[in-house]
């Protein structure tokens, strides 16, 4: 059997076995990716969706805004009023996405579910500081995802 020192805590003895040590990190990497599983097997077939005729002809397509990085556009972004919103953070998302996607509508879509990913794996790694219980964190953020 090989021991490890760790830190002694009210919970945890001096020495603990390693093996214990490991089997949580497995058991961390295993949730973590079945929920970077079930978020792309979900939000996969968004990829092949177009534009929607709510917003998206004023915040993207028609918008002068995200077309370069000029510096009047730039100062357009943090400045301007874009569709009756002062929205700099997303019209400057939106520069990024025209840049790395242009037209294509779908890596608008795969941008979204990355940040979407991102904010699913925040909760399963923040959860259990309020509630102690990692399945509670698993749970509630597998509902998110």
Same mark, same amino acid.
């Given at each position: ?98 840049? &790395? ?20 794996? &925040? ?23």
């Amino acid at each position: 059997m090989v021991t490890t020192f760790v830190r002694p805590t009210a919970t945890a003895p001096l020495f603990v076995d390693r093996s214990i040590l490991d089997r949580g990190r497995h058991l961390r990497s295993l949730a973590l990716i079945g929920l970077a599983a079930l978020v792309t097997f979900v939000y996969l077939p968004v990829l092949a969706f177009d534009f929607v005729n709510w917003d998206d002809p004023w915040y993207v397509q028609q918008n002068p805004l995200i077309q370069s990085w000029h510096p009047a556009n730039l100062w357009g972004v943090v400045s301007e009023f874009s569709c009756r919103n002062y929205a700099p953070v997303t019209t400057f998302s939106l520069l990024v996405d025209h840049t &790395l996607w242009g037209g294509w509508a779908g890596g608008y879509h795969l941008t979204n579910a990355v940040l979407h990913l991102v904010n699913v794996l &925040l909760i399963y790694v923040l959860l259990p500081q309020v509630t102690g219980s990692r399945f509670v964190a698993w749970t509630a953020a597998a509902l998110f995802a």
